[in-house]
């Protein structure tokens, strides 16, 4: 069997901002469901914790791809 | 519910570019140069870049 | 590992499945250009179009099943993808998004349909195709409907930032209208067929092979099986999802493409 460590690593590292957005839509969709008129304070914050998730995920994958 | 669906996808298309873009440039010149320190710095620019275009796009009120 | 090893002291090698499966021999003859893929979309082409003309053809007000069938795809197309996201003008993009929602899915589900059994959409040039078309289309649509001025001033130079910024920004959005909306597109779907074919295939094969051991790794093949079987169902979830993502985000840069202001 051949292949690169590299991609191990990125599968673990990609956990993290999984378990991260979850938690991220979670909140925001709870949050819209008890107070809908808290949608457009909460959204702006949802989508910036989404995106810096998600940077670190992309981050890692291109890591994985270069190093 | 449309509204936030389309902003998730267009966040990771931003990202992605960012990404790609800022991060080849910094590849192209550590590969040019012979240098290592290019591509980090391309791409910490990149991801830096992206986050600024989404907080012009989706980040304010 | 262990049971490869196992197998392995057997003098039989499990051969896990590669991208070398992916590579179907000509049906006919050697002919090349009738590989299984090209067959399958032929085929997809005959059945959807079979399909829809027979649940059209004889219109009742009272619908017959084949006709509620029918008419309960187009109505998702119509009203949920198309008539949400695009808006007032969203009739003339229905029938683009009708095609390409019907042909992905039905090429998508063929992966999973016994003796067929192959994704189309697994060999990434169908799905580079498909989104070389809606790149076309939503550039074009914006093109006509703003000007070509208009619409890549729009799309480079973001109000309301200082000039400085837009040396950072203006490659970051023309990558991203240029190049990573098609390939993101494209390859979305690809991976995902291309990784649910693989997957079921380490499965089947694997159980397959697992049945020609020693006695204790017959004990385990059954798992194996009812494992691929469930991911069978996983696959049949994914393959819809996919199909109705990409018809999806088409419709979504339509749109954008058609609104005054990004």
């Known amino acids: ?67 | 519910m449309k509204q936030e669906e389309n902003a998730a996808w267009s966040i990771f298309g931003y990202l992605l570019s960012g990404l790609l873009f800022w991060g080849g440039a910094g590849w192209a010149l550590d590969h040019w140069l012979n240098t290592r320190y290019f591509l980090l710095g391309g791409l910490l620019l990149g991801t830096g870049a992206s986050i600024y275009v989404i907080w012009l796009r989706f980040g304010r009120q | 590992m262990r049971t490869l090893h196992l197998l392995r002291a057997d003098g039989e090698g499990f051969v896990p499945p590669s991208t070398n499966d992916f590579n179907l021999p000509p049906v006919f003859g050697n002919n090349e250009y009738t590989t299984k893929p090209i067959l399958l979309v032929f085929l997809s082409v005959i059945l959807i179009s079979v399909f829809f003309i027979l649940a059209s053809r004889k219109a009742a007000i009272v619908p017959s099943k084949l006709q509620f069938a029918g008419e309960s795809i187009y109505g998702f197309v119509r009203n949920d993808l198309a008539r949400d996201n695009i808006g007032h003008e969203f009739m003339r993009f229905v029938p683009y998004l009708f095609t390409l929602f019907t042909f992905i899915l039905t090429n998508n589900i063929f992966g999973i349909v016994p003796l067929l059994q192959f994704p189309a959409m697994s060999h990434v040039s169908f799905p580079y195709v498909l989104a070389i078309f809606t790149f076309i289309t939503f550039h074009y649509i914006g093109i006509r409907k703003q000007g070509v001025v208009k619409y890549f001033k729009d799309i480079m130079f973001m109000p309301g930032v200082p000039k400085a910024a837009y040396i950072l920004l203006t490659p970051l959005e023309l990558a991203t209208f240029f190049i990573v909306r098609p390939l993101t597109l494209s390859l979305r779907l690809f991976a995902n067929m291309f990784a649910g074919h693989l997957l079921l295939l380490v499965f089947i094969l694997g159980g397959d092979h697992l049945l020609k051991g020693v006695i204790g790794l017959k004990l385990i093949s059954p798992f194996a099986f009812a494992f691929g079987i469930g991911l069978t169902f996983f696959e049949f979830m994914v393959q819809c999802l996919q199909a109705y993502i990409f018809t999806l985000l088409t419709a979504l840069y339509i749109a954008g493409a058609l609104a005054d202001e990004h």
Request: aromatic share 10%; hydrophobic share 65%; proline share 4%.
């Open chain 1, 1 to 67: 069997m051949k292949g690169t460590l590299n991609l191990v690593g990125f599968g673990l590292s990609a956990i993290g901002p999984a378990i991260a957005t979850g938690m991220i839509f979670a909140a925001y969709i709870s949050g819209v469901a008890r107070q809908p008129e808290a949608r457009s304070v909460l959204q702006p914050i949802a989508f910036l914790g989404f995106a810096l998730a998600e940077a670190l995920a992309l981050f890692g994958l291109v890591l994985a791809f270069v190093l």
